[in-house]
Structure formats: C-alpha cells, structure tokens
T-cell receptor, first 120, second 106 residues
Framework: EVQLVESGGGLVQPGGSLRLSCAASGFTFSTYWMSWVRQAPGKGLEWVANINQDGSEKYYMDSVKGRFTISRDNAKNSLYLQMDSLRAEDTAVYYCTRVTPYGSSLFDYWGQGTLAPVSS | AIRMTQSPSSFSASTGDRVTITCRASQGINTNLAWYQQKPGKAPKLLIYAASTLPSGVPSRFSGSGSGTDFTLTISCLQSEDFATYYC?????????FGGGTKVEI
C-alpha cells in the first residue's frame, strides 16, 4: 500500500524557516517524480514544486522561487521542502504527492498533509 | 500560466441526481486534464486522468469527457459519499494549475 506521511509543520513567524519532510513507503520511491502541493485554509489547491527521480531536475511555482527548495533522499525514501523567508501568504496545508508515470504533474497519491501557519 | 475555470463554484443536489461539473482551460491542453475529489479535512483523491480515464477502484458512476479547452465531470447517480469538492487540474504544461473547485452539497 502506498503511503506518504508528512511532518515538520507548525507555527512559524514571518521571515522564518521550516523544513517539511515526507516519508514514503509501499512503492519504489527512487523511480518516481515527487511533488509538493499546498492548500491555504478554505482555499483551492496550488502546486508548489516538483523533483525528478534523482533530484537533478526541480521546478517551482514563481512565488516560491529562491525561497523554497525541494530535495529528496532516495536511500531514506524521503522527500523534503525547505521553506525560507516565509510569508503570511505561505500559510497552508502542504501535501506530499507522488507523480504518476502518465503525466509530468499528475498526482496519484497524496499524504494527509501538514499545516504550516505563518504568523506573528 | 494556463488558467482553469470551473463552474459552478457550488451547488446543491440530492442522492440519485445526475450532476455535471464543467472545467475550461484558458488554452488548449489536449486531454491532459485530471479531476480530484476532496472531502473535508482529507487529502484530494485522483478521480479521473487523461480527461476520461478512471484509475482502478473509482466507481463507474464517475465519468469525464472533453479535449482541448472544455471538459466535464459527470456523476451519473449521486451517492451520499460523493458530497465533496471537486477540482480539475491541467498537467499539459508548467506550472500545473487547478481550477477553483466545485462544492457539491446536499
């Protein structure tokens, strides 16, 4: 059974940093693109970043470029999102997602999400 | 970025109803269109991909159609567990973008 379990969320002040983690199991992690998608409270879904199988390709939404870094450790079956210079508008539930082989940004499995409120 | 527009944003329905949700892309995306279902407090679930393909385990009362810029999600006979918010998403080009969501309420 595919499982994605996020952790690392929590209240952070504007300008602060947070590192989210995602532990993957039930599939061969190293053979899949992975992604982070977020959802602000009461709002819709917003793609944040993608990373390819070996970490050599990364893509980001414009508003997080230069502030967020996606990475992975295939030996640990883990995905990460380092979030720096956080802003109030980054407040969201962050979902770790697996990308299907059928499309470069088609998400077939989602974690339960971790909430990252940014507030003073 | 490709803009995805869903309509309606919400509506009320009853069990047994046939419901249709539409999604329009601001430019052609072939059939690179997915639908997700999200229940309150839960993660989204992939419902349809390639505009009309159901992943294993998704009930056949769900169907999708369309190509280019106009797409529809149809639930042929609404069940109680189908009351949720539905999102369309294009994966034709970066950045992948979602529609604003359609909430199906009782």
């Amino acid at each position: 059974e595919v499982q994605l379990v996020e952790s690392g969320g929590g209240l952070v002040q504007p300008g602060g940093s947070l590192r989210l983690s995602c532990a993957a199991s039930g599939f061969t992690f190293s053979t899949y693109w992975m992604s982070w998608v977020r959802q602000a409270p009461g709002k819709g879904l917003e793609w944040v970043a993608n990373i390819n199988q070996d970490g050599s390709e990364k893509y980001y939404m414009d508003s997080v470029k230069g502030r967020f870094t996606i990475s992975r450790d295939n030996a640990k079956n883990s995905l990460y999102l380092q979030m720096d210079s956080l802003r109030a508008e980054d407040t969201a539930v962050y979902y770790c997602t697996r990308v299907t082989p059928y499309g470069s940004s088609l998400f077939d499995y989602w974690g339960q999400g971790t909430l990252a409120p940014v507030s003073s | 970025a490709i803009r995805m527009t869903q309509s309606p944003s919400s509506f009320s329905a009853s069990t047994g109803d046939r419901v249709t949700i539409t999604c329009r892309a601001s430019q052609g995306i072939n059939t690179n269109l997915a639908w997700y279902q999200q229940k309150p407090g839960k993660a989204p679930k992939l419902l349809i991909y390639a505009a009309s393909t159901l992943p294993s385990g998704v009930p056949s009362r769900f169907s999708g159609s369309g190509s280019g810029t106009d797409f529809t999600l149809t639930i042929s006979c609404l069940q109680s567990e189908d009351f949720a918010t539905y999102y369309c998403q294009q994966y034709y080009s970066y950045p992948p973008t979602f529609g604003g969501g359609t909430k199906v309420e009782i």
